[in-house]
Protein backbone atom coordinates (compact mmCIF):
# COMPACT_ATOMS: atom_id res chain seq x y z
CA UNK A 1 0.00 0.00 0.00
CA UNK A 2 1.00 3.15 -0.68
CA UNK A 3 0.81 6.45 0.71
CA UNK A 4 1.74 9.92 -0.15
CA UNK A 5 4.46 11.67 1.46
CA UNK A 6 5.40 14.89 -0.34
CA UNK A 7 4.52 16.69 -3.43
CA UNK A 8 6.70 19.64 -5.10
CA UNK A 9 5.93 21.93 -7.94
CA UNK A 10 7.77 24.38 -10.14
CA UNK A 11 6.09 26.11 -12.39
CA UNK A 12 6.28 29.26 -14.60
CA UNK A 13 3.21 31.16 -13.63
CA UNK A 14 4.18 30.26 -9.62
CA UNK A 15 6.80 32.48 -7.74
CA UNK A 16 8.01 29.64 -5.26
CA UNK A 17 10.59 27.14 -7.02
CA UNK A 18 10.13 23.39 -5.77
CA UNK A 19 7.10 24.55 -3.59
CA UNK A 20 5.64 21.84 -1.68
CA UNK A 21 1.78 21.58 -2.45
CA UNK A 22 -1.19 19.21 -2.06
CA UNK A 23 -1.75 18.69 -5.54
CA UNK A 24 -2.18 14.80 -5.62
CA UNK A 25 -5.16 12.38 -3.97
CA UNK A 26 -5.85 9.17 -3.48
CA UNK A 27 -9.27 8.14 -4.99
CA UNK A 28 -11.42 4.99 -6.07
CA UNK A 29 -11.50 4.87 -9.76
CA UNK A 30 -9.63 6.77 -12.83
CA UNK A 31 -11.89 9.62 -14.43
CA UNK A 32 -8.71 11.29 -16.32
CA UNK A 33 -7.66 10.18 -19.86
CA UNK A 34 -4.51 10.85 -18.62
CA UNK A 35 -2.85 7.69 -17.29
CA UNK A 36 0.50 7.18 -15.68
CA UNK A 37 0.55 3.34 -15.05
CA UNK A 38 3.58 2.61 -12.36
CA UNK A 39 4.80 -1.02 -12.43
CA UNK A 40 6.95 -0.92 -8.77
CA UNK A 41 8.42 -4.54 -8.89
CA UNK A 42 9.83 -4.08 -12.11
CA UNK A 43 13.20 -2.45 -11.69
CA UNK A 44 16.28 -1.30 -14.24
CA UNK A 45 19.26 0.23 -13.30
CA UNK A 46 20.73 1.49 -10.30
CA UNK A 47 21.37 4.95 -10.41
CA UNK A 48 24.43 6.58 -8.93
CA UNK A 49 23.25 10.56 -8.85
CA UNK A 50 23.56 13.55 -10.47
CA UNK A 51 26.35 16.39 -10.76
CA UNK A 52 27.64 18.99 -12.46
CA UNK A 53 31.25 20.22 -13.70
CA UNK A 54 33.79 22.28 -11.49
CA UNK A 55 35.77 23.94 -14.22
CA UNK A 56 37.98 26.86 -13.85
CA UNK A 57 35.80 29.31 -15.01
CA UNK A 58 32.99 27.77 -12.55
CA UNK A 59 35.69 28.49 -10.30
CA UNK A 60 36.56 32.22 -10.76
CA UNK A 61 33.30 32.41 -10.91
CA UNK A 62 32.78 31.12 -6.85
CA UNK A 63 35.23 32.60 -5.78
CA UNK A 64 35.27 36.09 -7.14
CA UNK A 65 31.72 36.31 -4.33
CA UNK A 66 31.92 36.84 -0.63
CA UNK A 67 32.48 34.10 1.62
CA UNK A 68 29.06 33.51 2.42
CA UNK A 69 27.79 33.57 -0.99
CA UNK A 70 30.69 30.91 -1.96
CA UNK A 71 29.20 28.77 1.03
CA UNK A 72 25.56 29.69 -0.55
CA UNK A 73 26.77 27.73 -4.05
CA UNK A 74 28.76 24.95 -2.80
CA UNK A 75 25.91 24.29 -0.20
CA UNK A 76 23.02 24.55 -2.42
CA UNK A 77 24.72 21.97 -5.06
CA UNK A 78 26.36 19.39 -2.96
CA UNK A 79 24.14 19.23 0.24
CA UNK A 80 22.21 16.00 0.49
CA UNK A 81 19.80 18.09 2.57
CA UNK A 82 19.73 21.53 2.04
CA UNK A 83 20.81 21.57 -1.25
CA UNK A 84 20.53 19.59 -4.74
CA UNK A 85 22.09 16.21 -3.25
CA UNK A 86 25.13 16.55 -6.31
CA UNK A 87 27.19 13.53 -6.24
CA UNK A 88 28.86 13.70 -9.08
CA UNK A 89 31.81 16.14 -10.25
CA UNK A 90 33.54 16.58 -13.54
CA UNK A 91 36.99 18.24 -13.85
CA UNK A 92 39.60 18.97 -16.70
CA UNK A 93 42.73 17.55 -17.06
CA UNK A 94 44.63 20.84 -18.86
CA UNK A 95 42.67 23.68 -20.32
CA UNK A 96 39.23 23.51 -21.94
CA UNK A 97 37.29 26.57 -23.56
CA UNK A 98 36.18 27.71 -20.26
CA UNK A 99 38.96 28.53 -18.59
CA UNK A 100 41.07 32.09 -19.09
CA UNK A 101 43.66 30.60 -20.92
CA UNK A 102 45.25 27.18 -22.14
CA UNK A 103 47.40 25.56 -20.81
CA UNK A 104 48.84 22.24 -19.85
CA UNK A 105 50.53 20.21 -16.64
CA UNK A 106 53.55 19.93 -18.66
CA UNK A 107 54.49 22.43 -21.56
CA UNK A 108 58.13 20.96 -21.74
CA UNK A 109 58.37 20.13 -25.15
CA UNK A 110 59.90 16.52 -25.37
CA UNK A 111 59.46 15.74 -21.71
CA UNK A 112 58.47 12.27 -21.45
CA UNK A 113 59.73 11.52 -18.28
CA UNK A 114 57.57 14.04 -17.14
CA UNK A 115 59.65 15.65 -15.06
CA UNK A 116 57.98 18.55 -15.02
CA UNK A 117 54.56 17.66 -14.69
CA UNK A 118 52.66 20.01 -12.21
CA UNK A 119 49.19 20.56 -11.25
CA UNK A 120 49.99 24.34 -9.88
CA UNK A 121 47.64 25.66 -11.77
CA UNK A 122 44.65 23.52 -10.20
CA UNK A 123 46.05 24.27 -6.84
CA UNK A 124 44.95 27.87 -6.79
CA UNK A 125 41.21 27.55 -7.06
CA UNK A 126 39.91 24.29 -8.43
CA UNK A 127 41.44 21.86 -5.88
CA UNK A 128 40.95 24.25 -2.83
CA UNK A 129 36.69 24.17 -3.75
CA UNK A 130 36.77 20.41 -4.18
CA UNK A 131 38.33 20.16 -1.06
CA UNK A 132 35.34 22.44 0.70
CA UNK A 133 32.64 20.14 -1.78
CA UNK A 134 33.50 17.01 -0.08
CA UNK A 135 32.74 18.90 3.39
CA UNK A 136 29.21 18.33 2.12
CA UNK A 137 29.71 15.38 0.24
CA UNK A 138 32.44 13.08 1.31
CA UNK A 139 31.92 10.60 -0.87
CA UNK A 140 31.38 12.82 -4.12
CA UNK A 141 32.81 10.96 -7.30
CA UNK A 142 35.42 12.83 -9.44
CA UNK A 143 35.46 12.15 -13.37
CA UNK A 144 38.55 13.53 -15.31
CA UNK A 145 38.44 14.65 -18.98
CA UNK A 146 41.18 15.83 -21.68
CA UNK A 147 40.18 18.09 -23.81
CA UNK A 148 43.97 18.05 -25.30
CA UNK A 149 47.40 16.67 -24.40
CA UNK A 150 50.22 19.38 -23.93
CA UNK A 151 50.99 20.82 -28.03
CA UNK A 152 54.08 19.25 -28.63
CA UNK A 153 52.41 15.69 -28.13
CA UNK A 154 50.25 16.58 -31.16
CA UNK A 155 50.26 16.42 -35.05
CA UNK A 156 49.64 20.07 -35.14
CA UNK A 157 51.44 21.70 -32.76
CA UNK A 158 48.96 23.21 -30.90
CA UNK A 159 45.82 22.52 -28.12
CA UNK A 160 43.65 23.68 -29.86
CA UNK A 161 42.43 23.42 -33.52
CA UNK A 162 41.68 19.85 -33.57
CA UNK A 163 45.14 17.37 -34.28
CA UNK A 164 46.23 14.17 -32.86
CA UNK A 165 47.89 12.17 -30.59
CA UNK A 166 51.07 11.68 -32.22
CA UNK A 167 52.27 7.95 -31.91
CA UNK A 168 55.16 8.58 -30.08
CA UNK A 169 54.01 9.82 -27.23
CA UNK A 170 50.88 7.61 -26.35
CA UNK A 171 52.67 5.75 -23.62
CA UNK A 172 53.31 8.70 -22.62
CA UNK A 173 49.92 10.52 -22.26
CA UNK A 174 48.47 7.63 -20.58
CA UNK A 175 51.28 8.04 -17.77
CA UNK A 176 49.83 11.56 -17.96
CA UNK A 177 46.60 10.39 -17.12
CA UNK A 178 48.26 8.38 -13.95
CA UNK A 179 50.22 11.39 -12.66
CA UNK A 180 47.09 13.76 -12.98
CA UNK A 181 45.22 10.97 -10.90
CA UNK A 182 48.21 10.78 -8.37
CA UNK A 183 48.95 14.03 -7.98
CA UNK A 184 45.42 14.53 -7.00
CA UNK A 185 45.60 11.70 -4.21
CA UNK A 186 48.60 13.29 -2.38
CA UNK A 187 46.08 16.23 -2.41
CA UNK A 188 43.75 14.41 -0.59
CA UNK A 189 41.19 14.17 -3.95
CA UNK A 190 40.56 10.92 -4.95
CA UNK A 191 39.54 10.17 -8.50
CA UNK A 192 37.24 8.10 -9.50
CA UNK A 193 36.93 7.90 -12.91
CA UNK A 194 38.54 8.92 -16.58
CA UNK A 195 37.18 9.13 -19.94
CA UNK A 196 39.25 9.01 -22.68
CA UNK A 197 38.88 12.19 -24.60
CA UNK A 198 36.16 14.74 -25.15
CA UNK A 199 34.14 15.23 -27.91
CA UNK A 200 36.93 13.39 -30.16
CA UNK A 201 34.92 13.96 -33.22
CA UNK A 202 34.89 17.65 -32.79
CA UNK A 203 37.87 20.00 -34.37
CA UNK A 204 37.00 23.29 -32.25
CA UNK A 205 38.90 26.53 -32.10
CA UNK A 206 39.04 25.36 -28.60
CA UNK A 207 41.13 22.54 -27.17
CA UNK A 208 40.68 19.40 -28.83
CA UNK A 209 42.34 15.76 -30.21
CA UNK A 210 40.77 13.90 -32.58
CA UNK A 211 40.13 10.08 -32.58
CA UNK A 212 38.64 7.51 -34.69
CA UNK A 213 36.78 4.96 -33.24
CA UNK A 214 40.00 2.47 -33.95
CA UNK A 215 42.15 4.96 -32.31
CA UNK A 216 40.32 5.10 -29.22
CA UNK A 217 39.99 1.33 -29.17
CA UNK A 218 43.89 1.00 -29.53
CA UNK A 219 44.74 3.97 -27.04
CA UNK A 220 42.58 2.34 -24.43
CA UNK A 221 43.43 -1.27 -25.03
CA UNK A 222 47.30 -0.88 -25.58
CA UNK A 223 47.88 2.12 -22.99
CA UNK A 224 45.40 4.14 -20.90
CA UNK A 225 44.29 0.38 -19.49
CA UNK A 226 47.07 -1.53 -19.00
CA UNK A 227 49.29 1.65 -17.86
CA UNK A 228 46.85 2.50 -15.82
CA UNK A 229 47.21 -1.21 -14.20
CA UNK A 230 51.02 -1.06 -14.31
CA UNK A 231 50.48 2.28 -11.67
CA UNK A 232 48.22 0.56 -9.35
CA UNK A 233 45.49 2.37 -10.79
CA UNK A 234 42.98 -0.13 -12.10
CA UNK A 235 40.23 0.78 -9.77
CA UNK A 236 40.49 3.76 -12.15
CA UNK A 237 37.19 3.12 -14.36
CA UNK A 238 37.22 4.26 -17.80
CA UNK A 239 34.75 5.50 -19.75
CA UNK A 240 35.01 6.08 -23.90
CA UNK A 241 33.08 8.17 -26.37
CA UNK A 242 32.51 11.14 -24.46
CA UNK A 243 30.21 12.76 -26.95
CA UNK A 244 26.93 13.27 -28.79
CA UNK A 245 24.65 10.35 -28.76
CA UNK A 246 23.64 10.36 -32.69
CA UNK A 247 26.89 7.89 -33.68
CA UNK A 248 27.24 6.45 -30.30
CA UNK A 249 25.87 2.85 -30.76
CA UNK A 250 28.74 2.50 -34.12
CA UNK A 251 31.38 3.97 -32.26
CA UNK A 252 30.58 2.16 -28.98
CA UNK A 253 30.13 -1.11 -31.17
CA UNK A 254 33.37 -0.94 -32.48
CA UNK A 255 35.63 -0.55 -29.32
CA UNK A 256 33.39 -2.70 -27.07
CA UNK A 257 33.62 -5.74 -29.83
CA UNK A 258 37.14 -6.14 -29.30
CA UNK A 259 37.70 -7.91 -25.91
CA UNK A 260 41.23 -6.65 -25.21
CA UNK A 261 39.46 -3.03 -25.05
CA UNK A 262 36.50 -3.83 -23.75
CA UNK A 263 37.59 -5.42 -20.58
CA UNK A 264 38.98 -2.07 -19.85
CA UNK A 265 35.87 -0.42 -20.33
CA UNK A 266 33.33 0.31 -17.38
CA UNK A 267 31.54 2.83 -19.14
CA UNK A 268 30.03 5.09 -21.71
CA UNK A 269 29.84 9.18 -21.51
CA UNK A 270 27.74 11.11 -23.81
CA UNK A 271 26.66 14.45 -23.85
CA UNK A 272 23.00 16.09 -25.53
CA UNK A 273 23.96 18.34 -28.26
CA UNK A 274 23.66 15.97 -31.32
CA UNK A 275 19.99 15.72 -30.30
CA UNK A 276 18.01 13.29 -28.30
CA UNK A 277 18.95 9.54 -29.78
CA UNK A 278 17.70 7.66 -26.76
CA UNK A 279 17.08 4.52 -28.69
CA UNK A 280 20.69 4.20 -29.60
CA UNK A 281 21.19 3.95 -25.46
CA UNK A 282 19.17 1.33 -25.53
CA UNK A 283 21.01 -0.78 -28.56
CA UNK A 284 24.17 -0.29 -26.34
CA UNK A 285 22.44 -1.87 -23.11
CA UNK A 286 20.90 -4.32 -25.19
CA UNK A 287 23.85 -5.74 -26.89
CA UNK A 288 26.36 -4.64 -23.90
CA UNK A 289 24.52 -5.25 -21.04
CA UNK A 290 27.98 -4.95 -18.54
CA UNK A 291 28.48 -1.46 -19.76
CA UNK A 292 27.26 1.90 -17.60
CA UNK A 293 25.50 4.75 -19.48
CA UNK A 294 26.38 8.31 -17.95
CA UNK A 295 25.71 11.35 -19.29
CA UNK A 296 28.81 13.73 -18.70
CA UNK A 297 27.56 17.22 -20.83
CA UNK A 298 25.34 19.15 -21.72
CA UNK A 299 25.11 23.23 -21.81
CA UNK A 300 22.39 25.65 -23.55
CA UNK A 301 24.64 27.30 -25.82
CA UNK A 302 24.40 31.00 -27.36
CA UNK A 303 25.30 32.97 -23.95
CA UNK A 304 23.17 33.44 -20.50
CA UNK A 305 19.63 34.47 -21.03
CA UNK A 306 18.61 35.05 -17.56
CA UNK A 307 14.45 34.24 -16.65
CA UNK A 308 14.60 31.65 -20.02
CA UNK A 309 11.82 29.16 -19.07
CA UNK A 310 12.87 26.49 -21.71
CA UNK A 311 15.95 26.13 -19.97
CA UNK A 312 14.98 23.90 -17.38
CA UNK A 313 12.80 22.41 -19.74
CA UNK A 314 15.60 20.87 -22.13
CA UNK A 315 17.26 19.49 -18.69
CA UNK A 316 13.94 17.68 -17.64
CA UNK A 317 13.42 16.38 -21.28
CA UNK A 318 17.18 14.94 -21.45
CA UNK A 319 17.19 13.25 -17.94
CA UNK A 320 14.13 11.79 -18.32
CA UNK A 321 14.67 10.23 -21.74
CA UNK A 322 18.15 8.95 -20.53
CA UNK A 323 16.99 7.63 -17.93
CA UNK A 324 14.47 5.64 -19.24
CA UNK A 325 16.87 4.63 -21.41
CA UNK A 326 19.36 3.19 -19.02
CA UNK A 327 22.03 6.04 -17.87
CA UNK A 328 22.96 6.11 -14.14
CA UNK A 329 24.48 8.93 -13.82
CA UNK A 330 23.74 12.49 -14.84
CA UNK A 331 26.58 15.23 -14.97
CA UNK A 332 25.84 19.03 -15.71
CA UNK A 333 28.44 21.12 -17.43
CA UNK A 334 29.40 24.47 -15.48
CA UNK A 335 27.61 24.55 -11.89
CA UNK A 336 28.10 28.80 -12.30
CA UNK A 337 28.83 31.26 -15.02
CA UNK A 338 28.73 34.41 -14.97
CA UNK A 339 26.09 37.31 -16.86
CA UNK A 340 27.84 36.81 -19.98
CA UNK A 341 28.47 33.07 -20.02
CA UNK A 342 31.86 32.65 -19.26
CA UNK A 343 35.01 33.04 -18.57
CA UNK A 344 35.69 31.33 -21.96
CA UNK A 345 38.99 31.86 -23.65
CA UNK A 346 37.97 31.61 -27.04
CA UNK A 347 34.23 33.19 -26.33
CA UNK A 348 32.42 30.49 -26.59
CA UNK A 349 29.46 31.45 -24.15
CA UNK A 350 27.00 28.64 -22.73
CA UNK A 351 24.18 29.31 -20.14
CA UNK A 352 24.34 27.36 -16.30
CA UNK A 353 21.83 26.45 -13.72
CA UNK A 354 23.29 29.34 -11.60
CA UNK A 355 24.46 32.71 -13.10
CA UNK A 356 26.38 35.45 -10.92
CA UNK A 357 26.79 38.70 -11.34
CA UNK A 358 30.87 39.63 -10.27
CA UNK A 359 30.59 42.78 -9.70
CA UNK A 360 27.77 43.40 -7.80
CA UNK A 361 28.09 40.38 -6.18
CA UNK A 362 24.76 38.94 -7.17
CA UNK A 363 23.81 35.18 -7.27
CA UNK A 364 20.63 34.17 -9.69
CA UNK A 365 19.24 30.70 -9.66
CA UNK A 366 17.68 30.01 -13.21
CA UNK A 367 14.76 27.16 -13.61
CA UNK A 368 17.73 24.72 -14.67
CA UNK A 369 18.56 24.23 -11.24
CA UNK A 370 15.17 23.81 -9.50
CA UNK A 371 14.52 20.94 -12.55
CA UNK A 372 17.84 19.28 -12.23
CA UNK A 373 16.78 19.24 -8.29
CA UNK A 374 13.26 17.88 -9.34
CA UNK A 375 15.52 14.84 -9.85
CA UNK A 376 18.59 14.51 -7.87
CA UNK A 377 16.98 16.05 -4.22
CA UNK A 378 14.99 13.01 -4.04
CA UNK A 379 16.01 9.99 -6.57
CA UNK A 380 19.04 8.92 -4.55
CA UNK A 381 22.21 7.69 -5.27
CA UNK A 382 21.50 3.63 -4.99
CA UNK A 383 17.89 4.11 -6.48
CA UNK A 384 16.55 1.88 -9.07
CA UNK A 385 14.70 3.26 -11.93
CA UNK A 386 11.03 1.95 -12.35
CA UNK A 387 8.98 0.65 -15.13
CA UNK A 388 6.50 3.32 -16.07
CA UNK A 389 4.47 4.76 -18.99
CA UNK A 390 2.31 7.55 -19.76
CA UNK A 391 -0.65 7.26 -22.54
CA UNK A 392 -0.20 11.10 -23.13
CA UNK A 393 2.89 12.42 -25.30
CA UNK A 394 1.96 15.56 -23.43
CA UNK A 395 3.55 14.31 -20.41
CA UNK A 396 6.90 13.22 -19.65
CA UNK A 397 7.28 10.44 -16.50
CA UNK A 398 10.31 9.44 -14.50
CA UNK A 399 9.92 7.14 -11.64
CA UNK A 400 12.77 5.96 -9.37
CA UNK A 401 12.50 3.51 -5.79
CA UNK A 402 14.77 4.23 -3.10
CA UNK A 403 16.73 2.28 -0.67
CA UNK A 404 13.67 3.26 1.95
CA UNK A 405 11.41 1.53 -0.37
CA UNK A 406 9.88 5.31 -1.28
CA UNK A 407 8.87 6.17 -4.94
CA UNK A 408 9.81 9.00 -6.33
CA UNK A 409 7.55 10.29 -9.78
CA UNK A 410 8.80 12.89 -11.47
CA UNK A 411 6.24 14.53 -14.26
CA UNK A 412 7.02 16.92 -16.65
CA UNK A 413 4.17 19.23 -18.49
CA UNK A 414 6.42 21.74 -21.41
CA UNK A 415 2.66 22.81 -22.55
CA UNK A 416 0.46 25.29 -22.16
CA UNK A 417 -2.20 23.70 -20.74
CA UNK A 418 -2.56 22.08 -17.17
CA UNK A 419 -3.33 18.95 -17.32
CA UNK A 420 -5.03 16.17 -15.25
CA UNK A 421 -3.52 12.72 -14.90
CA UNK A 422 -4.12 9.50 -13.28
CA UNK A 423 -1.75 6.92 -11.49
CA UNK A 424 -2.36 3.45 -11.82
CA UNK A 425 0.04 1.81 -9.40
CA UNK A 426 0.14 -2.12 -7.71
CA UNK A 427 -3.79 -1.95 -7.75
CA UNK A 428 -3.85 1.50 -5.96
CA UNK A 429 -5.16 4.93 -7.64
CA UNK A 430 -4.37 8.48 -7.55
CA UNK A 431 -5.22 11.10 -9.41
CA UNK A 432 -3.94 15.03 -9.84
CA UNK A 433 -2.90 17.71 -11.64
CA UNK A 434 0.05 18.94 -13.77
CA UNK A 435 0.59 22.73 -14.03
CA UNK A 436 1.21 24.78 -17.21
CA UNK A 437 4.92 24.39 -17.63
CA UNK A 438 5.83 22.71 -14.79
CA UNK A 439 7.37 19.86 -13.38
CA UNK A 440 6.49 17.91 -10.23
CA UNK A 441 7.97 15.46 -7.86
CA UNK A 442 5.58 13.03 -5.64
CA UNK A 443 7.06 10.97 -2.98
CA UNK A 444 5.07 8.14 -2.22
CA UNK A 445 5.97 5.72 0.76
CA UNK A 446 5.04 1.06 0.45
CA UNK A 447 4.00 1.12 3.32
Wanted: with cysteine.
Amino acid sequence: MFKKIASYVTAKDQSIPMQQVDNIKECQKIKNETIITIDPSCTFQEVIGFGGALTEAAAVNILSLLPQQQEEILRGYFDPKDGLGYKLCRIHMNSCDFCTDSYSCDDVEGDTDLKYFNIERDKKMVIPLLKRIKEYCPDLKILVSPWSPPAWMKTNGDMCHGGKLKDEYKKTWARFFCKFIKAYKEEGIDIWAVTVQNEPMATQVWESCIYTAEEERDFVKDYLGPTLEEEGLSHIKILIWDHNKDIIYDRVKTILSDKDAAKYVWGVAFHWYGGDHFDQLKKIKEEFPYVNLVFTEGCQEGGVKLGSWELGERYAHEIIGDFNSYTIGFMDWNIVLDTVGGPNHVGNFCDAPIVVDKNEKKIYYQNAYYYIGHFSKFIKPGAKIVASNCNNPKLEVLVGRNNDNSLVIVIFNKNQEEIEFGIKIAGEIFSGKSSARSISTIILQNQ
